[in-house]
């Protein structure tokens, strides 16, 4: 008996047109081809490097002067030979500098701000109108004269320590004052070199605002960084 074999009816295509009509490519609302035969650009933001680099680098300091508490602590409960230790008043004042440089230090930023340009606001142009009379970078100067004056009490006050009697290897207490209180100091000379280059860069007007900006975070850093260590240094010392 003979098998008759019928062949599939042929479907003609259909032609496939995108959602959102007139063929523009718009599937689903969403923009994914070429508009008017250009392809759009794509543009991912990327924080600046300098701006990832300083929290790496705060993490970093953030992690040593812990690891410094961490060992004061057990070395002050395993320890025999503890001495009490009186800080130096001159302490209280270096503290104040610094906090009031963060202070001058903020003055400077915004203005800096409005002096290349930033916002375009009535009051702003007022701002840079004052601001291109009086450089911001007077405000810079401030802040270096307070963090050098700050440097210059932090010595006094280990001068103060050696009249009495208290060197570095006296007793534990005082071997982790002087370290504390080095180590932070050599991180503020570090930061005033980095405000030494900050007003260099304004002055010959190549200064990034990202740079500012991390110069800043860095400055700030270092004067909480302190109050927590003067706190430290008041309750086990």
Known sequence: MATTVHQPPQIEPKEIRPRGGNGSGNFGGLNSGPQNGALPAVQEYAPPPSRTGIW?????????????????IVRKGASMDWEHLELPPILYLNTLLLLVSSVTLEFARR?????????????ARIQEARAREERPVRWLYVTL???????VGQYIAWLQLRVAGFYLATNPNSSFFYVLTAVHAVHVLGGLAGLGNVMHKLNRMTLRRSTLDSFSSYWHFMGILWVYLLGLLWMKL
């Open 56 to 72: 790496v680098l705060l993490a970093a300091i953030g992690m040593m002067f812990a690891a410094f508490t961490s060992a004061l």
């Open 111 to 123: 203005r800096v701000a409005v002096f290349m340009g930033g916002s375009r606001t009535q009051e």
């Open 145 to 151: 004269i307070l963090g050098l004056a700050f440097v």
